[in-house]
C-alpha cells in the first residue's frame, strides 16, 4: 500500500477541479489531482464561458487562451419561433471580455490541464476515491487501489454523484425534471447567425441554438424521452417545431449527439470540516442559459484563493466564507435555469400572456441590461 501526502487533495479533473488545482499551484500550495477516468472526456454538454469566469481565469493565465480557441458572441436572443421576444446585448458590459465565448468544454479542459502541467501539477489517473476519514489536522483518502492519500484539506470536484460529498455526509436535496435532453452538435445549410445564441420558445418546448468555432452548431431540447444518439431526421424535426418558420435551416451532419437528464439540485452546505465541495458536486441545474460549468469555474477560484489565505495565513475562515458566498449563487442560477426552461413551454393565452409580458419588459434598458448583467456573471462580481 502506497501513501501520498499533500496540502491539498482534488478529486475530480473536470473543469472545476482542473481550475482549483493550477490555481493552488499558481500560488505554491502541493496539490495532488486524482480522477477516475484512464483520460479526460472528449465530449461534453458545455459549450460557453461567460465573461465573469474569463474575468476570474485571467490571473491564471487561461483566459487569453480559450478566446483564442474560440468565437465571440456578443448577443443573446429568446425568440418565440420567429419573433423576438427579448434581445439581449453583452458588447456594451464593462468588462474585458463582453461577450459570450463559444469553446467546448473539452477544449476549455485541455487549456486548464496544460496550465496545471506548466505549473509543475499533473492529474494521477485512474486513481478512484471510495472512502476518507477525517480528524483534527486532516482527511485520509483511500483509492480503490488501496492508495491512502494524506492532505490538509479535500475538494470534491467529483460531479453530481460525489463521492466526496456523499462519505462527507452532505446532503443533496432537490429533483429532476421529467423530461430529457438531446444535444447534438450539426452542420447545417440555411441562415443562423455565427455571432448570437438564441433561446426559442415554442408550444412542445424550449430549444437552444449556439454557434460552434468549427462553423457547425450546437442544439439542446428537453424532450420527454430523447434517443441515445439523435440522427438527422430527429434534429431536423426539433429545428422544424422549435425553430424559425421563416428562414428554415436544413441540418446535413450530425456530428456528436447524446441525451441526458437534469437534476436541479444545491448541497446543504459546501463544507464539512476539511472537506470542501464545488461544481457539479455541490449544484446541479438545467442547461438554459448555459450556467453551469461557468458556476462550478467560478467556485472553483473562490474556493482556491480561500485554501490560499488558510494554508498559509492559518485562518479558517475564509473557508466559511467560500460557502456563504457561493452557495447563494448556485441558489439563483438554478432559480433563473429553472424559470428559462419553464417559461419555454406555453400554451395557448398563457403563451400569449408570456409573449406579451416579455415582450413589455424587453422595451425597459434596465431589465435587458440586468439579464445581460446575471447571463454574464457579472453580476457575481462581489461574490
Request: proline share 5%; hydrophobic share 40%.
Amino acid at each position: 500500500m502506497s501513501t501520498i501526502t499533500t496540502d491539498v487533495l482534488v478529486a475530480g479533473a473536470g473543469p472545476t477541479g482542473l481550475a482549483v488545482a493550477a490555481t493552488l499551484a499558481a500560488a505554491g500550495v502541493d496539490v495532488t489531482v486524482i480522477d477516475n477516468q484512464a483520460s479526460g472526456d472528449n465530449t461534453s454538454r458545455a459549450a460557453v464561458v461567460h465573461a465573469r469566469t474569463l474575468e476570474v481565469l485571467a490571473d491564471l493565465g487561461v483566459s487569453e487562451r480559450l478566446v483564442a480557441e474560440g468565437i465571440e458572441a456578443p448577443r443573446f436572443t429568446i425568440r418565440d419561433r420567429d419573433k423576438v421576444l427579448v434581445p439581449i446585448r453583452f458588447d456594451g458590459l464593462p468588462t474585458d471580455y463582453p461577450y459570450a465565448l463559444m469553446v467546448s468544454q473539452a477544449v476549455t479542459e485541455r487549456v486548464l490541464l496544460e496550465r496545471l502541467t506548466e505549473l509543475g501539477g499533473h492529474v494521477r489517473r485512474p486513481l478512484t476515491l471510495v472512502d476518507l476519514v477525517q480528524d483534527g489536522t486532516g482527511v485520509t483518502a483511500t483509492t480503490e487501489d488501496g492508495t491512502e492519500i494524506r492532505a490538509r484539506y479535500l475538494v470534491g470536484a467529483d460531479g453530481m454523484h460525489s463521492t466526496v460529498r456523499d462519505r462527507a455526509g452532505i446532503g443533496f436535496p432537490g429533483g429532476k425534471y421529467a423530461e430529457s435532453f438531446s444535444l447534438a452538435d450539426v452542420r447545417i445549410e440555411g441562415d443562423l447567425p455565427h455571432d448570437e445564441v438564441i433561446l426559442y420558445f415554442s408550444p412542445e418546448g424550449t430549444l437552444v441554438s449556439a454557434p460552434l468555432p468549427d462553423g457547425s452548431f450546437r442544439f439542446v431540447a428537453p424532450v420527454p424521452e430523447a434517443p441515445e444518439e439523435p440522427d438527422v431526421a430527429y434534429v431536423q424535426g426539433l429545428l422544424d417545431r422549435r425553430g424559425s418558420l421563416k428562414s428554415p435551416v436544413r441540418v446535413t451532419e450530425v456530428v456528436w449527439g447524446s441525451r441526458f437528464r437534469v437534476h436541479h439540485r444545491v448541497a446543504v452546505a459546501y463544507r464539512a470540516g476539511r472537506v470542501l465541495i464545488a461544481g457539479d458536486a455541490a449544484h446541479v441545474h438545467s442547461p438554459a442559459g448555459g450556467q453551469g460549468m461557468n458556476t462550478g469555474l467560478q467556485d472553483a477560484v473562490v474556493l482556491a484563493d480561500a485554501l490560499v489565505a488558510t494554508i498559509t495565513g492559518g485562518d479558517e475562515a475564509t473557508l466559511d466564507d467560500y460557502a456563504s458566498r457561493r452557495r447563494p449563487v448556485a441558489q439563483e442560477v438554478i432559480e433563473l435555469s429553472d424559470r428559462l426552461t419553464r417559461f419555454g413551454i406555453a400554451h395557448g393565452v398563457r403563451r400569449s400572456v408570456r409573449n406579451l409580458v416579455l415582450s413589455t419588459l424587453a422595451r425597459l434598458p434596465r431589465f435587458r441590461t440586468m439579464l445581460a448583467w446575471r447571463l454574464s456573471g457579472l453580476v457575481y462580481r462581489d461574490r
